[in-house]
């Protein structure tokens, strides 16, 4: 049984706290909103087109005046990355290639 501060930090956390809570008390879990769900699904179709692209990427940055928090797009399968995937997957392209540091 969870502690009222427990229920009290779930009501302030929100949709995601509620449904820990109703797994952590052995209740049913609450229906989540279509919204939330659109948007798992978007991110689930996102890794399915980055995983099942033919490769290798080529990223073009779809806002190029934005430096802080850019997106990029596969030309090729159309998967959407941030900057952070972007720069680890061109680490490892120069990796297999052997060009890293050189």
């Keep these: 049984m969870l502690s009222d501060a427990s229920k009290k930090l779930a009501l302030i956390l929100g949709e995601g706290a509620a449904l820990a809570t109703a797994k952590l008390e ?3 879990l609450p229906e989540v909103s279509p919204e939330p769900k659109a948007i ?7 890794h399915a087109r980055i995983d099942g692209c033919a490769g290798p990427h080529a990223f073009e940055k779809i806002d190029p005046a934005r430096v802080i928090g850019s997106k990029w797009r596969c030309t090729l399968c159309g998967g959407l990355v941030d ?3 972007k720069v680890a997957y061109e680490q490892g392209r120069e990796h297999e290639r052997g060009t890293r540091g050189a």
């Design 26 to 28: 052995g209740k049913p």
């Design 40 to 46: 798992w699904d978007g991110v689930q179709e996102n």
């Design 83 to 85: 900057g952070a995937y």
